[in-house]
């Protein structure tokens, strides 16, 4: 039994919904006042008005269109299908929840991070309907209920009458304004027709030339009496018109409307000139066609122009990708000797040597590192003024990228004597969407700057939250130090490209003076601006703003591997590598692991030993002569799907990676490499991939995938045997039944049932920790929605079968 001071807010409540309506003739601003003020009274997360299309007079009139929703960035699709018992339901109940186990909830799944919740359908009469979500762990969905929907009825049926008049509104002007504009359209016409140059042509309703003025003879060279009585295309058109533009306008012509077209045409000489035509229907009071009216602009020389302008364009495209190449080329041939440089010096710094070696050493060191950053702000300043640096939005965990980047700088700062600090704002979520990398490399050339201009004080890195949304945030990002300073006339130019404070300081700091403009340009790309403040001898500040969705699903930090180096001790590796010195600082780096090592000087050396020797792995350079490391990949995985094959590159890396999937590799480290990085990729393939050979190269062998893991399993079960044993086992009458059920589908071409059938089998993979088919199934989910390629299918069923005919064997073997 409600309260009477229940009853009196919900009146209340009610009182506000019903004062949302009528304050504008706008469809769009009518819906948007209405949902925002139901929304924020009972908490909803998502909300959608839309309308039938046969009220907006759009095609498919059973379809609905959304007209408004909140927050619009979760919106998917625009459109809209009810089910048939679906919409018969709805009109009979006025309001229908749908929650996550019920049969609808995937079909109407069309929002962005929605995964688990409640879905709320209320209709509005004789117009369309409301859509509502709240998510699993809302606490509002409760009180949601069909006594709170009853109670809206009357509203909504005011809000049915308020987007009825909106709609009629926008016809009424809509009709008026076409009005104005003919009358406007025929006053031009008439005027045209005395004054214009141009070609001014009558025709009757069947496209026959009645009337045409001098500007018509002047352009095409025909009298009046020869063009009289004939279709203007007989008349000039010829060979090289464009046969599909020419079907345009007939199309157009024959459905009696006004268009405009670009069109060759040919003089009475035999001349080409283009023309850009409008025509325009005429009718009489009754409505009926009775004349065309064509105007026809001459525009040769523009066209061109256009030519020109093109041929400029390509001729600068190609010495873009000419300037890319040399780029890459230098990379490459600088790299190589790089890395063996940094590799060598890092095996010498392991031997004894006496301090003044050590200083050398370390500027050797220092130097080569210099060195490499110098090529990479190079590289990445011509990909950003190229076009061809693109940002990505994909996971990320912004906590772990600022203390990587603290981690990484302070020794720099000690090594000064100055403090480096992390002020980081605690409601910040750390589970982001967007390009972890490229933020992370903004971040690390600032902080960088810092030190380097700091000589006492401290440098501060904090991250302030600015907003923040249920499914996103905007964050701002400074970087202060108490160095130098910028004078006022620097920091007007200091974000330009190779410039620094002055000449002075590239000698004595180093560096391109490309650290801040290559900021400045990652940080719009990724939609925000970079700002700064400097006072001489005081200090310096650095800072942008951006926006990031947030992570619905962040993905839980695997935990550190406690997995030992000695691992690696007599593993075979195959080294395909040309340059010698790089061999040599592989070699001993390798064997220092314990691991053998075997080296082809070329891909076809490498190929050839391969076929003859047993390798745990390949470390495959790109560059080489008589055949290069892609060739001789895609040669070894004709024989050899499962061997892991990590590119060692020194070619820039972005511009290559699809190649590199592409040839079969499974990863690629650039050079030069650190050590442990190399360490670090070569146990985690490795420890995956397990081959055993019987003496002769031939022979079959066994593989064994490291696929699934009862763990989860055995800690729901409390460490019961029997059950575990049974579930196990009910897996495997699953597993048969789904890969039976795959590929009848796929014959059948029926992607939704494939669809259903991966949803079915997601708890289960996540029960066995069947990680390697997450992503697999995930994509299955949703081909359908996606209209993924009959290949890609293809290859994604596959891939599901032979992980489960590995994972059903192993475990009937286990229960023997």
Known sequence: METKLEIVRELSLLYELSLSIGGTLDLKKTSEDFLKVWMRQKNIDFGSIWIKNKHLDLENPNQFSLIFAHPHFLVIDQTETLPDDFADTLKQQKAIQVNTEDTYFQYFKKEKNIKSGSYWFLEIPNLGFIKFFFYEKNPSQKSFNLRETKKTEKVLGKLSIALQSCLLHNKVITETEQKNKYQKEIKKLALVAEKTDNAIIITDAKGLIEWANDGFMRISGYTIEEAIGKTPGSLLQGPETNQETIAYIRNQIKEEKSFRAELLNYSKTGKKYWIEISIQPIYDDNGLLINFIAVESDITDRKNKEVELNEAKEKAEESGRIKQEFLSVVSHEIRTPLNGIIGMSNLLQKTQLSPQQSDYLNTIQISSENLSLIINSILDFSKIESGLLNIQAIPFNLKKILQNIINSNEFKAEQKGLGLFLKLDPKVDSHLIGDGIRLSQVLLNLISNAIKFTISGKIELEIRLVSKMNNALVLEFIVEDTG?????????????????????????????????????????????????????????????????????????????????????????????????????????????????????????????????????????????????????????????????????????????????????????????????????????????????????????????????????????????????????????????????????????????????????????????????????????????????????????????????????????????
């Open 484 to 816: 130098k300073g910028i004078p006022d006339k620097m920091q007007k130019i200091i974000f330009e490209s190779f410039t620094q404070e002055d000449s002075s300081l590239g000698r004595k700091y180093g560096g391109t003076g490309l650290g801040l403009s290559i900021s400045q340009k990652l940080v719009s790309l990724m939609g925000g601006e970079l700002k700064l403040t400097s006072q001489e001898n005081v200090g310096t500040k650095v800072s942008f703003i951006l926006g990031f969705p947030i992570n619905q699903e962040p993905t839980s930090l695997p935990e550190k591997s406690t997995v030992s180096d000695n691992v690696l001790i007599g593993k075979k590796i195959l080294l395909v590598e040309d340059n010698t010195m790089n061999q040599f600082f592989a070699q001993k780096l390798l064997e220092g692991w314990g691991i053998k090592v075997d080296i082809a000087n070329n891909g076809k050396e490498g190929v050839d030993m391969f076929g003859r020797k047993h390798y745990d792995c390949i470390l495959m350079d790109i560059q080489m002569p008589e055949m290069d490391g892609f060739q001789a990949t895609k040669i070894i995985r004709q024989e050899n799907k499962y061997i892991p094959i990590i590119a060692l590159t020194a070619l820039s890396v972005e511009e290559e990676a699809d190649n590199f999937k592409s040839a079969g590799m499974n990863d690629y480290i650039t050079k030069p490499f650190e050590a442990e990085y190399l360490k670090k990729k070569l146990i985690e393939y490795m420890l995956v991939y397990q081959s055993y050979s019987i003496s002769s190269p031939k022979s079959k062998q066994i593989i064994t995938v490291q696929t699934y893991n009862n763990s989860l399993l055995t800690q729901m079960m409390k460490g019961n045997q029997v059950q575990i044993r049974q579930m196990e086992q009910l897996f495997v009458n699953q597993a048969e039944e789904v890969m039976k059920q795959m590929h009848q589908y796929f014959l059948l071409e029926n992607w939704k049932e494939i669809g259903l059938i991966a949803h079915k089998l997601k708890a289960s993979i996540d029960m066995l920790q069947i990680t390697n088919l997450k992503q697999v199934i995930r994509k299955l989910e949703s081909i359908e929605k996606n209209k993924t390629e009959k290949r890609v299918v293809d290859e994604l069923i596959n891939n599901v079968t032979e992980t489960l005919q590995n994972v059903c064997l192993l475990i009937k073997n286990s229960h023997k």
